[in-house]
C-alpha cells in the first residue's frame, strides 16, 4: 500500500498535468481552428479550466486505486471527459452561447476537450505505474500487545492484505487473542552483531507476529513504514525512548494509535485516547479561536441564504411530489441535540409514511421498509436535507458539522462510546466529515465511527477542511452515494 505521501505528490502532479493540458489544448485547438492563440487574459479560459478539473474531482478521477487494471483506468478517464463534454457543452447550447466567444464555438469545444482526454490518459496511465512500481509493502513495528493495537493491526490488513505488523510487548506470552487471527511467536536469538538485519518469512499475508520488547534492539534496524506505540511515556525505560529518538532521526515516523487512524484514516478512534491527549494534542483552533467561531457563522448565514433562493425550484418541486406520492404533511420535524447539548427542531422533507414511527423511536435502516418512493430519491440526493438550511439561518445548525443525534439515543451512545459528547462543542451541521467518509448506517458501531471521525473534524477544523467536505457532499449527490 501506498503512504499517504505519495498519494499525496500523485494527487498533485495530476492536478497540475491536468492544468497544464487543458491550457495547452485550448491553445491547439485556437491555432488549428482560429491559427492564433488563445487569449490568456480571458476570464472564460479559466473558468472552463475550472469546471474542467471540478468535473474530473467529482467523478473521482484523481483517486487511482492501487490495484485498478490499465483498461478500467482508461474506462474511467474516459467515461469523465465525456460527462464534462456533455456537461460543457450542454450548458453552452441551453445559455445560448454557441458563437459568442471563440471559446464557446463547435470546433474549439470539441478539439480542446478531445485533445485533453488523452493527455488525461497518458498522465494517469504514468502515474498509475509510478505507483505500482514505488509500491511497498507496508511494514509497521508496534511497541505494546494490547488488544487495542492487535485490533488495529487486524482491521488495516483488511484495507491492505499486504500489510505486516510486528508487535513487541513485556507479556507477549499472555497477549490477548483476536478471533479469526494467527499470530507467529517469533523465536530470534541474539545474533553477534546487533546490526545485523533480522530476516522474517511471513508465512501468511496477514500474520500478526509477536515478540518479546527485549528484542526492540535487534528490530528497529529493519525497514518499517512506521512505528506505533502502545504505551504510554511513563511505562517505556530511558533505554527505549533513546531508541525511539534514533529511530525518529533516520525518518521513521511515530505515533501513537490515536494519531497513527489520525494520519492514516482521517479519524480518531474514541478508544484510542484518554484525557492527557486532549490536554496536549495539537488543533482544536474551532473551540478555543474566536475568529475562526465567528467568521464561520457569517460564512454559514450567507451560503444558507444563497442555496435557499437557488434551491428553491427544488423545494418547491419536492414539496409538490411529497403531497402526490404519500398522504401526510410535506414537512418532519425532530427533536434534536445541539451545541453544548441545547435541544432544538430539525426540519426535513418527510421521506418516511406518515406513521413511521409508530412504534416509538428506532433507528433508520440503509433499505428501510418505511421510506416512501419519494423519499428514497429525495434521500439519495440529498434533497430531503434542504429544510434544515432554515435552521442554519437561525443559528440552530451549521452547514459543515457533526451531524446532530436525536436525545432518545443520546443516553445510550453516551454510555457506549467514550468522549461522545466532544461532538456537541461545536455546531451540529447539514453534512460533515464523517458523512462523507463512513458509508450510510444505524448502530452503535456506526454510530461510534462516526464520532472517530467527527474528532478529526474539530481537532482538524479549518476553513479548507470545509471546502473538501462541501465538494465531497457535491461528489456523495453526483455519484448517487446518499442514503
Keep these: 500500500m501506498n503512504p499517504p505521501v505519495s498519494r499525496l505528490i500523485s494527487t498533485w502532479f495530476l492536478l497540475a498535468s491536468d492544468i497544464t493540458g487543458l491550457f495547452f489544448c485550448f491553445n491547439v485547438a485556437f491555432v488549428l481552428r482560429l491559427e492564433q492563440s488563445v487569449n490568456w487574459r480571458s476570464p472564460l479560459l479559466y473558468g472552463l479550466t475550472l469546471a474542467c478539473i471540478l468535473g474530473l474531482y467529482l467523478t473521482d478521477s484523481y483517486k487511482i486505486p492501487e490495484k485498478i487494471s490499465r483498461f478500467w483506468l482508461l474506462v474511467r478517464v474516459l467515461l469523465s471527459v465525456s460527462l464534462i463534454l456533455v456537461a460543457i457543452t ?31 490518459i497518458a498522465s494517469r496511465m504514468l502515474i498509475s505505474k509510478w505507483l505500482s512500481k514505488n509500491s ?4 509497521f513495528l508496534v511497541l505494546g500487545g494490547g488488544e487495542k493495537a492487535l485490533k488495529l493491526g487486524k482491521d488495516y490488513q483488511i484495507a491492505d492484505s499486504d500489510a505486516q505488523f510486528v508487535f513487541l510487548t513485556d507479556n507477549y506470552r499472555n497477549r490477548p487473542v483476536l ?39 535487534l528490530w528497529k534496524q529493519q525497514y518499517w513504514s512506521a512505528l506505533i506505540i502502545d504505551y504510554s511515556s511513563k511505562e517505556l525505560t530511558e533505554a527505549t525512548i533513546q531508541q525511539l529518538m534514533s529511530m525518529r532521526l533516520r525518518g521513521i515516523y511515530v505515533y501513537s494509535l490515536a494519531d497513527f487512524c489520525e494520519q492514516f484514516w482521517q479519524k480518531i478512534p474514541p478508544d484510542y485516547i484518554q484525557d492527557d491527549w486532549f490536554a496536549f494534542a495539537s488543533g482544536f483552533s474551532i473551540l478555543h479561536n474566536p475568529f475562526n467561531i465567528k467568521f464561520k457563522q457569517l460564512l454559514d448565514f450567507c451560503a444558507a441564504a444563497l442555496l435557499i433562493l437557488i434551491t428553491l425550484p427544488i423545494t418547491l418541486l419536492a414539496a409538490t411530489a411529497i403531497k402526490l406520492d404519500s398522504p401526510g404533511s410535506i414537512f418532519y420535524s425532530q427533536v434534536r441535540t445541539g451545541l453544548n447539548g441545547n435541544k432544538f427542531r430539525v426540519h426535513k422533507f418527510r421521506s418516511m409514511r406518515q406513521d413511521a414511527e409508530k412504534m416509538g423511536a ?17 434521500r439519495l440526493t440529498r434533497i430531503d436535507e434542504l429544510p434544515q438550511l432554515w435552521n442554519v439561518l437561525k443559528g440552530d445548525m ?86
Excluded at 418505511?370 to 430519491?377: A, H, K, L, N, S
Excluded at 451512545?413 to 450510510?440: C, F, H, M, N
Design 179 to 217: 478471533s479469526g487471527k494467527k499470530y507467529l511467536e517469533s523465536t530470534i536469538n541474539q545474533p553477534s552483531s546487533v546490526l545485523d538485519p533480522i530476516e522474517l518469512d511471513f508465512r501468511e499475508p496477514n500474520d500478526l507476529v509477536i515478540d518479546n520488547l527485549e528484542n526492540f534492539q
Design 362 to 378: 428506532q433507528w433508520a435502516q440503509e433499505k428501510d421498509p418505511r421510506i416512501t418512493t419519494v423519499g428514497r430519491v429525495l
Design 136 to 139: 511497498r509493502a507496508s511494514r
Design 398 to 483: 451549521s452547514l459543515i458539522g457533526p451531524r446532530p443525534e436525536r436525545p432518545e439515543f443520546d443516553a445510550q451512545l453516551r454510555q457506549e462510546i467514550p468522549y461522545y459528547d466532544v461532538r456537541y462543542l461545536v455546531k451540529p451541521g447539514i453534512t460533515g466529515w464523517a458523512q462523507v467518509s463512513y458509508p450510510y448506517g444505524a448502530s452503535v458501531e456506526d454510530a461510534y465511527q462516526k464520532v472517530a471521525y467527527d474528532l478529526y473534524y474539530i481537532k482538524n477544523y479549518s476553513l479548507l477542511l470545509d471546502f473538501a467536505i462541501a465538494l465531497k457532499t457535491l461528489k456523495v449527490v453526483i455519484l448517487g452515494k446518499g442514503r
Design 90 to 120: 450542454s450548458l453552452i447550447y441551453l445559455g445560448g452561447l454557441w458563437g459568442s466567444e471563440p471559446l464557446f464555438g463547435r470546433g474549439i469545444i470539441f478539439i480542446s476537450i478531445g485533445c485533453f482526454g488523452l493527455w488525461a
